[in-house]
T-cell receptor, first 116, second 110 residues
Framework: DTEVTQTPKHLVMGMTNKKSLKCEQHMGHRAMYWYKQKAKKPPELMFVYSYEKLSINESVPSRFSPECPNSSLLNLHLHALQPEDSALYLC???????????????FGPGTRLTVT | EDKVVQSPLSLVVHEGDTVTLNCSYEVTNFRSLLWYKQEKKAPTFLFMLTSSGIEKKSGRLSSILDKKELSSILNITATQTGDSAIYLCAVMDSNYQLIWGAGTKLIIKP
């Protein structure tokens, strides 16, 4: 199974709503990532979890709150978002981050988020 | 500042043609270079090239890393309409972060 799944596929939310994006993988990967991708731009890294611990936070606003409840799941909690946060949110996973080796990341299909 | 530059930005060819996509980089503490294909949604992993694996091939796709020239090429032979996509090049740095190029939009005409 080389699949990363994300739910929901589409989400429309108002600026006062609270919602969550979910990501799941069963490849035994111990590194998981959240990216944000705007139209016609490459993905931008938001967060990296390694062994269920937050290891990289790319100065993301606090209205985005990640959570890694176990090695297979990654959530992104959303609160008080702005219209400019509308984008495709991608989850990815990879083998653990080791000093000398780098591993390819496998991406989920993404959640298309629209903030109204 | 680290950067990855892809060229061309877009390319239109006919089915059956061979294409070469370019990626050059200036990244401190290079670890690996990755190629992804992105159609409508998520990027799909194609190849990873490192100092110990500078050439990869899979079917009609192949890629070479030139560490001296700080660049890589992605070749697609006998192109098909299903090859139409955005091809993304990314370099992993010492912090294991991917630095992405802007992508090459490839259109294959029947």
């Amino acid at each position: 199974d080389t699949e990363v799944t994300q739910t929901p596929k589409h989400l429309v939310m108002g600026m006062t709503n609270k919602k969550s994006l979910k990501c799941e993988q069963h490849m035994g990967h111990r590194a998981m990532y959240w990216y944000k991708q705007k139209a016609k731009k490459p993905p931008e890294l938001m967060f990296v979890y390694s062994y269920e611990k937050l290891s990289i936070n790319e100065s993301v606003p606090s209205r985005f709150s990640p959570e890694c409840p176990n090695s297979s799941l990654l959530n992104l909690h959303l609160h008080a978002l702005q219209p400019e946060d509308s984008a495709l949110y991608l989850c990815a996973s990879s083998q653990p981050l080791l000093r000398l080796w780098a591993y390819e990341q496998y991406f989920g299909p993404g959640t298309r988020l629209t903030v109204t | 500042e680290d950067k990855v530059v892809q060229s061309p930005l877009s390319l239109v060819v006919h089915e059956g043609d061979t294409v070469t996509l370019n990626c050059s980089y200036e990244v401190t503490n290079f670890r690996s270079l990755l190629w992804y294909k992105q159609e409508k949604k998520a990027p799909t992993f194609l190849f990873m090239l490192t100092s110990s694996g500078i050439e990869k091939k899979s079917g009609r796709l192949s890629s070479i890393l030139d560490k001296k020239e700080l660049s890589s090429i992605l070749n697609i032979t006998a192109t098909q309409t299903g090859d139409s996509a955005i091809y993304l090049c990314a370099v992993m740095d010492s912090n294991y972060q991917l630095i992405w190029g802007a992508g090459t939009k490839l259109i294959i005409k029947p």
